[in-house]
């Protein structure tokens, strides 16, 4: 990219290296999907296909990425932990969202007939993103906690919102009237109750958000013409999960995330 | 996105507000287009159906934001254009780079059917995104010279060597060591004498690049059913023009721009 | 600074150029300067030694910084207006800021004699300091427009202020209450009639602020021995001036500066 | 600082608050101090005077700030470390980078006549400035072995080739040469061996530079006049000392600074 007299022009990009050491999180959010969501007719309060293709996405970034170790997911947001010790870009803040935030964007773009079927899209999914350093695996989790929180209190609110709305025939303002203020107790009564829904029983993606990391698994490689043998290799696979990551059981569970999971430990 | 005790996390996100009244560019960038354009059999040195792609995308950013005045493509990038003294997104870089990205992201996959027909794509087209604030119009149209230019440069020295390699039968190594160090008039020559080829013919789009910009039209928006008279209106619709856009000519015939035309004058 | 292992912690300070091409603005501001002035006893609303003292640091800071082009300072702060292509350290913030800040510090506490006299330094003078880019002439003259204008409007108030407090005899919550709201008309004739002090006769130091930058003269070097012949030299040495700088008069007297005169082009 | 329409100038100013929950660590450097330990005859390699100027500016700045928990010192610079909770300023870096510098410029002009009696300062000692963020205990404690170890190699190298200029006769190239790619057996015999000093028995201010940390001890701060008996309380005063920070120990014995002492627990 060199051409003499103008060239001094690349003088004025700005070096933006994330902090060393740091937990670096990426955060996609779906621009104005209020509006998409409804001109795309996604079911309320989760559409399980859109969600789909969400997963899809955040999975392509840990097949393209092996210092993203971790993803959240709810809504139209993806949240994507790299590895703190990453040098993924020089550590490049634009360049490091840029390409994440392009490449979930294409994969979604990629995976909508997948879960859409027939349905075309009708206007192009965009996303924003950003990154945030985070310096320690105490703060690390605390920021998972907040958006597994999140999903829990939203996915809450709207299940309890248009039951109210579309099997209780309740207007709008009513049902949010009613739900103003109230507790969790409240919420899960009235689910129960007046429209026979469990909560607990409702899938886990809706209340728990999705979880990609890697799995590792044995898997047959190829099979040995002569003998007839498999050789099996230790294979890490992006997959995707629903489960709690608040508490101290997940990241004992997964060691190899290098997040501390003593919650005493950690301040 | 409350939920009391973790929301402190947020607090470690960065405020990266742009200066104040500068030209902001975004440039985009496709992310090992080598091996892509390789992957999708794109023709050498120039694919038309590719770049037209790139143009659609292009269009689509200038559709969604209007202070988005200007943009300019080449090969596997484009450059964009913000107005000074525009407020988009607070200014914060990251927002411009991310939605930006993705907008042309999208856009690019949504547009690739147009132009490659069946030829699917067979991998997630990523760009990096990058912004950057240019403090003056002088500074600014330097930019757009130094993009322009490489366009010149690189297509000149392509052209020559894909002639050399698959009409003229040298190894690439050869080819490489005949234009290393040669100027324009030798190159302009070996075209011509030995292939045939003036290339002050070729495509502009080629030799320099996509402009994108509004132009403003005046458009029926209406016929008046009793009295059959149209009712017009002025609109602005992006539209791709191959114009030189290193000297002050542009400048002056887009006065719209707010770039200062007179090349004495800058500084 | 080389030390094997550990030094892998210098690549945890971050760059941080300020952007190519914009006017550095870097003023500094005494810290908690409303105990410092009551601890030393300044004059009320205006202490000509101690803005001797500030003046006295800002031309350190020309002397030092040929890049120093400019300085405007009132009450307890001054700023500095670095050449728009200066490439001082880099351009790199913190140096530029805390450098500037560190001599001007020295310089005060070195000139508090010559203007106190015998009345020691009770605690030490501290200033904060800031950077700011300006990307134009007409930003930058509004910058400096802001300064001076501030230092009119809090110099009218004060001397008002204290003349009803001092000489009027009202408390300080009455003459308060009395200006609250009053316009300009109000306080010179207030200060006029009641108190026979003309505003226009008063020292332009404490009205316009102080104004350092270079008068370029004509200077002996040396007298020749033999011939008893002058040996001239032209000299750029600092100097004070309470000129006004909102005005476009000041920058045409000026062009040395490079700010643009002329009001109605800039922009 | 209002005034209407040139107030805009103010949205200039940028945002630059260093990452929460990382320990910042502010360093300050003369300027030029080669040339300014020279113009004022510091003893060679170690001028004890000129280094309790630096340790009296350093107990300013713990005087001054609470946050300022530990300070480290060698030649002509200074490392504060703030506690990485501290909300100093708003953590803003310009502002804190400057008022340290500044209050440590002002402290240094201020302490000079304590011991450097009638020798006076020729021109203005001059500090830059910077702060960098920390993200862990582990980086904090390399960042300062890194200066405490460049005080021992600097030390080591100034002293060994002081001794063989000024008592041993040799030129300063000769001097370097006999020096170069030597190693410390080398240099500790060189000293002891020609010129009978016992490395180990230097000042340990000269070899491990000097550190400020508070002690808590009881004072006295009356007596009952009636009783006659004391009321002691427990004050942080601000001290010097020159203990080995590289080790655990030290981190050991002052659990005050909240800084992980157990070597193998950090990371
Ligand atoms: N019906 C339906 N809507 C969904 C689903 N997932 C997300 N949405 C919609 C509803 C929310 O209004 C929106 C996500 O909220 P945001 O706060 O991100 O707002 P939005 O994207 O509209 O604006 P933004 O550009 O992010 O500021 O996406 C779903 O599964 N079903
Ligand atoms: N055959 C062919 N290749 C193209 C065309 N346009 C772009 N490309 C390819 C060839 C270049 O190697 C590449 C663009 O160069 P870059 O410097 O952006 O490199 P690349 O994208 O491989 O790496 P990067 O990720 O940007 O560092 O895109 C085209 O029209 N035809
Ligand atoms: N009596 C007197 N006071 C002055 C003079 N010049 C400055 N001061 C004092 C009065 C003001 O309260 C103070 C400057 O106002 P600032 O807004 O800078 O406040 P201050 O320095 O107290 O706080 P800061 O640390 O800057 O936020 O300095 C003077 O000539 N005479
Ligand atoms: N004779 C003598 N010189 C000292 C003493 N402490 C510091 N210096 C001088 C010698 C060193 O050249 C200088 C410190 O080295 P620096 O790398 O900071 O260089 P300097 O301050 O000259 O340049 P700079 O502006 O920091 O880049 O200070 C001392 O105790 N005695
Ligand atoms: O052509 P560019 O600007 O992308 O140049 P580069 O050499 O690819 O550098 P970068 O790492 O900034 O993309
Ligand atoms: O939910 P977020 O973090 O996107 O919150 P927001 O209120 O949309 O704010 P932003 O402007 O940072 O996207
Ligand atoms: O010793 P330092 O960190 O000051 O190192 P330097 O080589 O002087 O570099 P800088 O320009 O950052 O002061
Ligand atoms: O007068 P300023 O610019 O110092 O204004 P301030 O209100 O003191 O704000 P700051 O915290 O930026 O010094
Ligand atoms: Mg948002
Ligand atoms: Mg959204
Ligand atoms: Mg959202
Ligand atoms: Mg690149
Ligand atoms: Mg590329
Ligand atoms: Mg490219
Ligand atoms: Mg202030
Ligand atoms: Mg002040
Ligand atoms: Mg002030
Ligand atoms: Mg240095
Ligand atoms: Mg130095
Ligand atoms: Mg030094």
Redesign the interface.
Known sequence: ?A?SR??????????D?L????WIVVR?DG?GFHRFADAHAFEKPNDARALRVMNDAAL?VLE?FPDAVLGFGESDEYSFVLKKDTTLYGRR???I???I??????????AWPRHFGDAP?LS?????????????DA?LR??L??RQ??TH?NNQYNTVFWALVDKGGETPAKAQAMIKGSDTAWKNETLFERFGINYAHLPAMYRKGSVVLRRTEEVVVKVDAATGQEVRRKRATPVVCHDDIIGDEFYRLHPELGIEADGKRRR
Chains 1, 2, 3, 4 share one sequence.
Not at 6 to 15: I, K
Not at 101 to 110: E, G, I, Q
Not at 124 to 136: E, K, M, N
Request: aromatic fraction near 16%; proline fraction near 5%.
């Open positions: 990219m051409n103008f060239e001094y022009v690349r003088g004025f990009e700005r070096h290296a902090l060393p050491l740091c996609v621009k392509a393209a803040e634009a360049k969202v840029s390409v935030t392009s490449l979930f964007t294409a994969s979604y773009v990629m899209l192009a999914p965009v996303f924003d993103g950003r990154a945030v350093a985070y310096p320690s703060v605390d920021y906690a907040w929180a999140d209190i």
